[in-house]
């Protein structure tokens, strides 16, 4: 019998008749975009992190993006960001024009080198051509990145900070949330995602109420904020005017009911995942070539778990054979791509990413993983000859 990667059917079935009670409800109230709900989220978002903002949008790629347009990003700008995750960490920069600056990773976390940062950003500096403005920080597979460290280099080169913990929300270094360092925190409520929605979702987490506010109005097509109301007199119905060029990316009142339910078993869920990746650990250890390591004082919500094999594919199809999924996070680093020829560094500049993407390899990793998997995962793993 093959076991699922992901099983979102029983986190389903845990909670059905609420789910199915809360989106019965907007149904029934015709208020599908922008009810009641996505404000009761956003409170909710919020507060989980004890942050004082939150602005739901349509999906990750667009709270990144939606994040960068309120600094002004332009032509010229440099940010800083890493080549080992998904691609919509640096698709977002060219959009405004902007250059994306690739960082290595630390062979263990698989997060930012704060070390090689200090470096790309002198070495832009000193070439001249480019200004850096913003630093991406991701909190890959569901674990913080070293935000005392990366904050720390923002503020002596004056550089905004961005946590993209699309894969990370939830997850906290010495009991605080990477929002409390960033000046923005965005999420990713892809299905997928330890909190994710019935959809496409996404948001964003600040401190900064004019930022919040300025978000709030490129997420609907560039807006009058209270603050231009405040301003300005106008003589038009401000509902029809546009200050500034935004977008359309509302996060659908139904996702925002679904994800209020979840985010109710959400603790209990990070738990029982941190019960699994544990298990992982134990029988693992010792018969790959690497287990995850989490950074000291962090605490993750294991989006996935990645272990490091140097037979890879013949894990894999071995794994396939015996009706276990795996996935590959991730074998083309983004500065290899296609889109990314005219941003690639030099050969070498990457060394940690370029190693990582030939060995990761991505296990079955969810809260409702039965014990019993689990050991048949493991027996596997350690049975293979390869």
């Keep these: 019998m093959s076991l699922p990667f992901i099983d979102l059917q029983a986190q389903r079935k845990r909670i059905e008749s609420e789910v199915n009670t809360a989106i019965q409800s907007v149904v029934e109230s015709g208020r599908y975009v922008l009810g009641p709900e996505v404000t009761e989220l956003e409170n909710q978002l919020a507060a989980w992190c004890g942050a004082s903002h939150s602005v739901s949008c349509a999906n990750g790629t667009d709270a990144l993006a939606l994040a960068l347009m309120a600094w002004e990003l332009k032509p010229g700008d440099a940010v800083f960001c890493p080549s080992f995750t998904f691609v919509a960490t640096a698709q977002v920069v060219p959009w405004l024009g902007a250059a994306p600056v690739f960082v290595d990773i630390l062979p263990d976390t698989y997060n930012m080198d ?113 603050t231009d109301a405040a301003e300005r007199n106008f003589h038009h119905d401000p509902k029809y005017l546009s200050l500034r060029v935004g977008m359309n990316s509302r996060l659908d009142t139904i996702q925002a009911a679904v994800l209020l339910e979840k985010l109710k078993i959400f603790g209990d869920e990070i738990e029982k995942r941190q019960i699994v990746a544990d298990r992982y650990a134990e029988g693992l250890t010792g018969h790959v070539k690497r287990v995850p390591s989490v950074i000291a004082g962090g605490k993750s919500v294991w989006a996935q778990y990645v272990i490091e094999h140097d037979n890879r594919d013949g894990l894999q199809a071995h794994l396939s054979g015996q009706g276990i999924p795996t996935a590959v996070y991730y074998p083309v680093p983004i500065h290899e791509q296609d889109f990314c020829a005219r941003f690639k560094p030099a050969d070498g500049t990457l060394p940690v990413t370029e190693a990582a993407s030939k060995h990761v390899i991505a296990l079955p990793m969810h809260p409702y993983l039965e014990e019993a998997d689990q050991t048949r995962v493991i027996d596997t793993i350690r049975a293979f000859n390869g």
């Design 114 to 226: 704060s070390a090689h940062l200090r470096q790309q950003i002198e070495a832009v500096k000193a070439e001249g051509k480019l200004t850096p403005k913003v630093v991406i920080a991701v909190d890959l597979f569901g674990q913080p990145a070293n935000y005392p460290e990366i904050k720390a280099i923002c503020d002596e080169f004056g550089l905004k900070l961005i946590a993209d913990t699309a894969q990370g929300y939830g997850c906290t270094l010495n009991g605080q949330h990477p929002s409390d360092w960033a000046d923005i925190a965005t999420t990713s409520f892809f299905p997928a995602k330890p909190l994710g929605c019935y959809g496409d979702g996404g948001a964003i987490i600040t401190n900064d109420a004019k930022l919040a506010e300025r978000i709030e109005s490129l997420r609907v097509y560039g807006k009058v904020t209270p």
